[in-house]
């Protein structure tokens, strides 16, 4: 009889939840590891920075040089979107799409809706995600380690340049991301992320 | 010159004296430093302790970080720039007074006072004062105060010659001369330390301690008018020298003098003893960088001086109570590179301390004072402590008080950008004109922290302490000490960012931020196993929390990753570890041997550190048990002497024997270091 009844409930709760399930009619969301995307950088340190962005589509999930399909970009430790307008820095791509982001504090299985009011683009005077250590993605350890390390339970939630949503967690800023980087030896400006894309219009969560 | 000061006095020898270290002996120890009048140790209703020449010249040390770092509870901690601060109950070094003869020391670069730049040559004892003890001392007297008390002169002629020579090509020489009769004594000290330094870590342009060269002067006179008035001068003169190099070829200098007259006229009756004192310190820096070609890199300079005028009187009402009122002024002034002004500080001050003995058993004393100060909230001190000896070989004792440390002149008034990676650091007091300045420069992007938050002057930093002492001498061989601390900071000073830059960097400003809170308990035990051999073992437990970081965790706001692929997860209250540089234990263990016979000792001590965290490898803003620690670890030292005439000790020994290294994290231990001394008493 036990037996019977628990059946029963396992079979509603599936069926329940395949049903919320269909409510997202159409494509899986991605769910991918970027490795060693390079981010180059001319100046910085106190000089102006220069040098071209490294363009990211996320839908095909690869750089990009196309001037009009692609959703963030790095240079740096800078992250902007393709939507806003630009701080002004030399090199800056024309941002010709609606991106947009925020941060969210939590673990990437915690990120399940996202705020859209929360969302903001590039503006005249910051980037939708925040430079600076501790500010935005990253904490820069200072001396004596010198590194640049990405702030764990930073999740930052970018809307697309076509108004598709996607959840990114950075890993790590120095190639082949090594456990323990040296800043001596290890190439920075390389990042490695885990992201999920949600390639249905409209759809807000990550299921 | 030296000769001819071996042949003024004849070689009759005043002899160095293995005293037996028993229980009986240290109970006669007297200091000064709890209650600004001689009281003997055991007696005082505080967490003090006292370490005396004996000791100091049992283990050899010549530098104060070693004999401080023996002491249970006290551990030196090396800043980036290599000056080694002390550590006392859990508190940093920018929050213990250091006095040398009842004066303070000046010149913290970055609030560390380096403790190597006091030698230990001419030291009678150092005075221990755990728990906050601003009622006597106002600023600084945070965490504790430490006390060095120099030799005081001996009747007759009296003097003695020592050389030691160590591992890095390190000597150290002392040569002290003193002369006393019925009403005039004077003292010559000199010290002479120099080092090759050494460097822990190849190939990264730096040595981890540079070549040094360290002077020290001491003069003290003293006469006696008549019996009842008396005065005295104390100079102290010291001059460091730092060969530095640096990445890229560059090389330069670290130039460092240090001044301390003070001037004392002591008037003694039955009833009052009254001491008036002039004290001048300064403190003077000086460093550059040249690069190859011999152009000015880069230079610094710091310029520190204090005067402090000072009357003291104690009034003896009867033998059940004492009264000591004292008033004065602190005048202080700082000329430093990257400062937006010169600041100059008056403030006055005003204290007491009642003493009563209401019988045999019962000592309290309820004392207080009072700071003024014009840039920051002027400051009340109070404090109370008491003892109950419950027999005669069993007291308790329970103290407390508030401390304090004002915003030092740095966190007021800096104004400094840096060349290289472009972010910039202003004084809380010079916010508005500086950040303004930035902006009519179009430098900043963003404000963060609006102006207006700046009008409130910033708050001193301060703590209340409370400790609760139980002594005990269970027999003639055995005797324990323990104490349970524990002290609340609150309003420490941190830095934030107030605004953001074009650059993409930041500017920071100080504000009060942090709660802190460290508690734990420590239990000494001496054990006189018989003539020749003691013992003495020492435990402490420490907690050290950042209360708003241990909410942070609470909360559910801190993250972590186990390894660099692998997503963040949530941490848990009990996943935070504490304050940076803190073990969470700490022991100290030492074995005497006393052969008076063959005038022979020998000593060994052990000391424990379990892990303690020094950096935020996880990237989370918080030390939490997923971060990587500096590993728990026991350095070992031995020592030895030989009197092998009435005249000469030789000594000898090894530091670090089992030459415990982590190049990476622990920058004053340098591996095995072996010394020789020799000792020569003249008379």
């Keep these: 009889m036990k037996t019977i009844k628990f059946l029963t409930i396992a079979i509603i709760l599936i069926f329940t939840f395949s049903c919320e399930d269909d409510n997202n009619i159409g494509v899986d969301t991605i769910s991918t590891t970027v490795e060693d995307l390079h981010a180059p950088l001319e100046g910085g340190q106190g000089q102006s920075a220069s040098g071209s962005f490294t363009k990211f589509n996320f839908e095909d999930g690869i750089q990009t040089n196309s001037e009009t399909n692609w959703d963030i970009a790095f240079r740096g430790t800078s992250i902007i979107v393709n939507g806003g307008i630009s701080m002004g820095t030399e090199d800056e791509p024309e941002r010709n799409g609606n991106g947009a982001a925020y941060i969210f504090e939590g673990t990437m299985n915690e990120m399940e809706i996202v705020e859209t009011s929360l969302l903001v683009s590039d503006s005249q005077n910051s980037y939708a995600i925040p430079t600076g250590s501790g500010n935005g993605w990253y904490t820069y350890s200072g001396p004596p380690n010198h590194l640049i390390n990405p702030t764990p339970g930073k999740i930052l939630v970018f809307r697309t340049h076509n108004n598709k949503f996607a959840k990114v967690e950075i890993l790590s800023y120095y190639l082949g991301a090594p456990e323990n980087p040296d800043v001596l030896s290890d190439q920075s400006r390389y990042y490695t992320f885990n992201y999920v894309y949600q390639p249905n219009e409209g759809a807000t969560t990550f299921d | 010159m030296f000769t001819l000061f071996l042949s003024l006095f004849d070689s009759l020898g005043q002899t160095m004296v293995f005293k037996n270290d028993s229980i009986e002996n240290n109970l006669d120890e007297v200091i000064i430093s709890g209650t600004k009048t001689i009281r003997v140790v055991s007696s005082l209703p505080l967490n003090a302790s006292v370490i005396n020449k004996v000791e100091i010249e049992k283990t050899n040390a010549t530098r104060l970080s070693d004999v401080i770092n023996e002491e249970l509870g006290l551990i030196t901690v090396s800043d980036f720039g290599g000056a080694e601060g002390i550590q006392m109950q859990g508190l940093d070094s920018e929050y213990t007074l250091v006095l040398i003869d009842n004066q303070p020391l000046v010149g913290r670069l970055a609030g560390t006072l380096d403790l190597n730049r006091v030698s230990v040559g001419n030291i009678k004892q150092i005075e221990i004062v755990r728990g906050p003890s601003s009622s006597l001392y106002g600023n600084n007297a945070f965490a504790g105060v430490i006390n060095i008390i120099t030799d005081e002169p001996k009747q007759g002629f009296n003097g003695n010659v020592s050389s030691s020579y160590e591992t890095h090509n390190t000597t150290d020489s002392n040569i002290s001369l003193s002369y006393k009769n019925k009403d005039f004594n004077g003292s010559v000290f000199f010290n002479k330390y120099s080092s090759d330094g050494y460097d822990l870590i190849e190939d990264d342009g730096l040595n981890t301690v540079n070549e040094f060269n360290n002077n020290t002067l001491q003069i003290k006179l003293g006469y006696d008018i008549s019996k009842k008035f008396k005065v005295r001068i104390n100079t102290r003169h010291f001059t460091q020298m730092i060969d530095n190099i640096a990445p890229n070829n560059l090389s330069g200098e670290t130039f460092t003098a240090e001044d301390n007259i003070n001037f004392i006229i002591s008037h003694k009756s039955d009833k009052f003893n009254t001491d008036f004192e002039i004290y001048f310190t300064s403190y003077f820096g000086d460093e550059f960088l040249d690069d190859e070609l011999g152009n000015r890199f880069s230079e610094s300079f710091y310029d520190h001086i204090l005067l402090k005028p000072e009357i003291k009187t104690v009034y003896k009402i009867d033998n059940q109570k004492e009264f000591v009122f004292g008033l004065g002024n602190e005048y202080e002034t700082l000329n430093r590179t990257y400062f937006e002004i010169e600041p100059k500080q008056n403030s006055p001050f005003i204290y007491f301390q009642y003493d009563y003995k209401p019988n045999e058993k019962i000592n309290l004393i309820l004392g207080g004072r009072f700071d003024k100060y014009k840039e920051y909230k002027s400051q009340i001190s109070p404090k109370f402590s008491g003892i109950y000896k419950i027999q005669n070989n069993e007291s ?288």
């Design chain 2, 396 to 683: 308790i004792k329970i103290s407390t008080g508030y401390g304090y440390k004002t915003p030092d002149f740095r966190q007021l008034y800096f104004n400094f950008s840096n060349s290289t990676v472009g972010y910039s650091v202003i004084g809380y007091n010079v916010v508005e004109d500086v950040l303004n300045q930035l902006i009519d420069e179009g430098q900043i992007a963003n404000i963060i922290i609006p102006i207006e938050e700046f009008e409130d002057p910033l708050s001193p930093e301060s703590s209340f302490g409370v400790n609760i002492g139980y002594s005990r001498e269970i027999n003639e061989k055995i005797s324990l000490s323990s104490n349970i601390f524990s002290n609340s900071a609150k309003n420490l000073i941190d830095y934030r960012v107030i605004a953001n830059k074009i650059n993409g960097q930041n500017v920071f400003s100080y504000y009060n931020v942090n709660n802190v809170s460290t508690f734990g308990f420590d239990i000494n035990t001496k054990y006189k196993a018989d003539n020749y051999l003691n013992f003495s073992i020492g435990y402490q437990l420490l907690y050290a929390y950042d209360l708003d970081a241990r909410k942070a965790f609470e909360n559910g706001d801190v993250y972590a990753r186990l390894t660099v692929d692998s997503p963040a997860f949530r941490l848990k209250k009990s996943d935070y570890f504490g304050l940076y540089n803190r073990s969470r234990h700490m022991g100290v263990l030492k074995i005497n041997y006393n052969n008076l016979e063959n005038n022979f000792s020998c000593n060994l001590r052990l000391r424990y550190r379990s892990k303690y965290g020094i950096y935020d490898s996880n990237s989370n803003n918080y030390l939490d048990k997923y971060d990587d620690f500096v590993n728990g670890h026991i350095t070992t030292n031995i020592s030895m002497n030989k009197i092998i005439n009435s005249s000469l000790t030789v000594s000898g020994g090894v530091e670090n024997i089992f030459n415990y290294l982590d190049r990476q994290n622990i920058s004053n231990l340098s591996g095995r270091i072996y010394f020789l001394r020799a000792k020569y008493n003249l008379k």
